[in-house]
């Protein structure tokens, strides 16, 4: 039975009297979010930088804030001020923001007005967010994900059952990533409220142009998730059935949708004008159901006196104007701070424990993936694996997490739906919490549908968030050509990933080190990407013998960031400068040791491990040794990581070269053909690297 069976229609409700002092501290909150809006509108040359209100939105914003508690958590997005004042900050703080001061305390001066976050212990803790409309829902349902998980396991004690709120608006609702969060919600059952407020625009896109339905009919068909409308103009009518939301999923631990029916009184934005796109009708239809007007009419009725709230509206005026001179005054971001937050400090610097054991057996690198995993499973209670296909049926595609599900059980090893963007984006909101979510992308063509959520929610959250959230996740992707997996089994996306800043990216290329690797990453309090070749899993491919290893200790780690010379060149050949240095990772390492061989001592090779942090350090010692080097990947070359690093070589290193820096990788095409023979002309290998080298090593 849905939820809106016996909460709607309102009016048929019995109405639980609302205290006059919650009416008039929302009166007051009101008068304040109208006042801060009215002065941005009259300093328009000191307000510069983009920004929304909540005028409008403010009864509907502010009966959810009165609702919420200190363990709650709440995603409120950029027009939703009101929800903030609501919960506690104060409009000081909110200017601080909407200026970019230094002081502002959900990001330092680098994001817009009322895109917070915040881990205050009296507040409603909120979690990073963007700009970009409904891919909040990801990360804010990753934390009632992340509740659940903790209460399931009694990890944690709660004064109160927590309560996840995600804000969004109405058009948002057509985003197809806001349709994975409402299916995992309602599947996994968890404790979370969708409010979305519908003001029937989209920027100048009205709701006509947009969709064929409202919110509360599009989740009709989403079995398991309760839903209700709502007056949110009207803040009597929206406090009650607010309360009623938020008991039902703190009690019920269900999800629910609350479509609020809103209107828009400012822009869209202050870029965006009202002026731009609305006619006069549509403001005046608009402006007759402000929410201060018509609680200022129910007080009023109610036997307010008049005078009371005059005095309400003229003292939250003069409390804005002392806020805004503050906030106009306050310090702007030092320029040497611009760098603090891109990655927060990590504990594992040093390769530390035992490599190789005495005694120890020779492994493949999906078994050090499997190892690696159980190992820190069984120690940390906060690590948990899911993705397409890992549970215990088969444990995954490549049987890279075989026996996990069957030892930690389906509620820490399980399998999800095909959901790249939520699979990578409920890691954000997971890591909030305090887990640790190990996820993995089935293969690396089909991590394009989570890079919104790696991009926009992820690699930011640190950096925006000035420290407060830090992704703590390893995101495994299976990556690389191995005979005939064809176009959409085969593809390399380092370069891709390399783009974005604030991930850590890893690619090993044998057991060892992808179970160092691992590890560090667990203990990396950053966003990780692991690329694990699947031709390198388990050794088939001719050649890739080396890629097993003995297998390490438990207490094994490799910092990231640290290459590694695995042939050395004969330092006499060094000396006499015939001599010439590979740079590679991955597959390239094998086609490297493979082509060496044929130059008795004269080429050296480095393994960079991972290419996020690179170990620049030692690739620019050791090409200032040779004054010869090639870049080696397994990527089509044009605009590649291989060549941006090249430049980078060349910059650096460019006195001490014999020779431009060389690049080699595979053929300009747009995939990798599924044709054995086409497959083999497209990609590097040893026979063809060792024409480039015979070529170079003539300087």
């Known amino acids: 039975?849905?939820?809106?069976?016996?909460?709607?229609?309102?009016?048929?409700?019995?109405?639980?009297?609302?205290?006059?002092?919650?009416?008039?501290?929302?009166?007051?909150?009101?008068?304040?979010?109208?006042?801060?809006?009215?002065?941005?509108?009259?300093?328009?040359?000191?307000?510069?930088?983009?920004?929304?209100?909540?005028?409008?939105?403010?009864?509907?914003?502010?009966?959810?804030?009165?609702?919420?508690?200190?363990?709650?958590?709440?995603?409120?997005?950029?027009?939703?001020?009101?929800?903030?004042?609501?919960?506690g900050f104060e409009p000081y703080q909110l200017m601080l923001q909407l200026l970019a001061k230094a002081d502002d305390p959900f990001s330092g001066g680098r994001s817009y007005y009322s895109h917070p976050s915040s881990r205050d212990e009296n507040k409603p803790k909120i979690v990073h967010q963007s700009s970009a409309t409904g891919m909040q829902t990801i990360p804010t349902t990753g934390v009632a994900q992340g509740i659940k998980y903790i209460q399931d396991f009694n990890m944690q004690e709660f004064e109160n059952n927590p309560v996840v709120v995600c804000s969004l608006g109405d058009n948002s609702v057509t985003e197809g990533e806001v349709s994975e969060a409402l299916q995992f919600a309602a599947l996994h059952q968890l404790p979370i409220i969708f409010l979305v407020q519908d003001n029937e625009w989209g920027i100048s896109v009205t709701k006509d142009e947009a969709r064929t339905c409202d919110a509360y009919d599009f989740v009709a068909g989403f079995t398991g998730l309760s839903r209700m409308r709502v007056d949110g103009t009207d803040f009597v009518e929206s406090f009650e059935a607010m309360k009623k939301a938020v008991d039902f999923v703190r009690t019920e631990r269900k999800p629910l949708v609350v479509c609020a029916k809103t209107v828009l009184i400012g822009h869209h934005t202050s870029g965006v004008r009202r002026e731009f796109y609305r006619d006069e009708e549509d403001l005046t239809k608009h402006r007759a159901k402000d929410p201060g007007e018509i609680l200022r009419k129910h007080l009023l009725e109610t036997g307010t006196d008049e005078d009371l709230l005059k005095q309400i509206t003229k003292k939250a005026r003069l409390e804005a104007e002392e806020a805004f001179e503050k906030a106009k005054n306050a310090e702007d971001p030092k320029p040497e701070t611009v760098m603090q937050h891109v990655f927060a400090p990590t504990p594992i610097t040093e390769e530390a424990g035992i490599r190789e054991p005495a005694n120890g057996e020779k492994i493949v690198m999906v078994d050090a993936a499997i190892h690696a995993i159980q190992e820190l499973m069984w120690k940390h209670p906060e690590a948990l694996l899911y993705g397409q296909d890992v549970g215990e049926r088969i444990g995954g595609v490549f049987r890279e997490t075989v026996t996990l599900g069957k030892k930690f059980g389906s509620k820490r090893v399980f399998n999800t739906a095909i959901q790249e963007a939520y699979i990578i984006g409920s890691t954000a909101g997971m890591s909030a919490v305090g887990l640790k979510p190990i996820v993995e992308v089935q293969f690396a063509d089909y991590i394009y549908p989570g890079i919104n959520q790696l991009i926009t929610e992820i690699s930011k959250s640190n950096y925006l968030s000035g420290g407060k959230f830090p992704v703590s996740n390893i995101i495994?992707?299976?990556?690389?050509?191995?005979?005939?997996?064809?176009?959409?089994?085969?593809?390399?996306?380092?370069?891709?990933?390399?783009?974005?800043?604030?991930?850590?990216?890893?690619?090993?290329?044998?057991?060892?080190?992808?179970?160092?690797?691992?590890?560090?990453?667990?203990?990396?309090?950053?966003p990780v990407v692991m690329l694990e070749h699947k031709g390198l899993y388990w050794s088939k491919v001719p050649g890739t013998e080396d890629a097993k290893t003995i297998e390490p200790a438990e207490d094994y780690v490799l910092p990231f960031g640290k290459g590694k010379v695995i042939i050395e060149a004969d330092k006499e050949e060094t000396e006499k400068g015939r001599t010439l240095l590979v740079v590679t990772y991955g597959m390239g390492v094998y086609w490297a040791k493979e082509a060496a061989k044929n130059f008795n001592g004269r080429v050296e090779v480095i393994d960079l491990r991972t290419l996020i942090p690179l170990d620049e350090e030692l690739v620019f010692e050791r090409v200032k040794a040779h004054g010869k080097c090639i870049v080696l990947t397994e990527e089509q070359l044009n605009n590649s990581f291989a060549e941006a690093f090249a430049h980078r070589i060349s910059k650096n290193c460019f006195k001490y070269l014999d020779a431009p820096v060389e690049t080699m990788g595979s053929l300009d095409v747009p995939a990798v053909p599924i044709n054995l023979i086409l497959e083999k002309e497209m990609l590097p290998n040893a026979e063809k690297l060792s024409s480039k080298i015979e070529e170079l090593l003539k300087y």
């Open 1 to 87: 039975m849905f939820f809106c069976v016996y909460l709607l229609p309102m009016e048929n409700a019995l109405h639980e009297k609302v205290s006059q002092d919650i009416l008039l501290k929302a009166y007051n909150h009101m008068m304040l979010a109208k006042a801060m809006a009215d002065i941005y509108e009259e300093n328009r040359n000191i307000c510069k930088y983009v920004h929304s209100t909540s005028r409008g939105h403010e009864a509907i914003q502010l009966a959810t804030a009165y609702q919420l508690k200190k363990e709650d958590w709440v995603s409120p997005y950029y027009r939703d001020e009101s929800i903030l004042l609501g919960i």
């Open 476 to 526: 495994r992707v299976p990556i690389g050509a191995y005979g005939g997996g064809g176009p959409y089994h085969s593809g390399s996306v380092e370069s891709i990933l390399a783009n974005i800043k604030g991930i850590k990216i890893a690619y090993p290329s044998n057991a060892a080190d992808f179970k160092g690797l691992l590890k560090a990453a667990y203990y990396d309090p950053n």
